[in-house]
């Protein structure tokens, strides 16, 4: 039991990445005051944990009743995240009286939310770890305890993101932008690339 909790957890934590969030973060949300972006973190992990949960419930059932592969859905979401990661090496600063919701777009959703806490792996991971065929439900629901224990950890990191924003500056935020920029580029390209690999069978 003990061993099955670890496991979940390292894998959960890998695909999650709750330390890769805090640069996404800083992004997402420069310019933006403290309590903005305290009230945005909320939303993203709160909107993180109902995609995942839902995914634990009946993605598995959703993606099998439309005839969507797993690998499929990991091609899609890795373009999905590629195209967030030009976006980070591309993009210019924003002003520093941004508001919190510009043109209906609100960061909390995209890009923090999805794809970079609920990505495509993410889901996948949570997909696998909790098959119906496999794992019984207290088994599920375990799993879904470990989801939320590093959600709360993701929370906590981008909570603390401002104090890590003053000490770097702006520069240093635009530096650790496009770096993760280039970081998640080559993340997707992998992700697509996996996709395919277990779609076509190949190097299985």
Known sequence: MIQDIIKDFLILWAVVDPIGSIPVFLVATHGYSATAKR???GRATLTSAGIL???IVVGQVLLEGLSIPLPSFQVAGGIVLFLFALSMVFAENKPDNAPEVTDGHDPAIFPI???NIAGPGSMMAVVVLTDNSRYAISEQALTAAVLLLILL???ILMLT???????IGKSGTSVVSRVMGLILAAMAVEIVLSGI???FHIGM
């Open 113 to 115: 939310a999805v794809p």
């Open 39 to 41: 009230r945005i973190a």
């Open 161 to 167: 993101a401002g104090a890590i924003q003053k000490v």
């Open 153 to 155: 950890i993701t929370f």
């Open 197 to 199: 690999r277990e779609y």
């Open 53 to 55: 949960l839902f995914f």
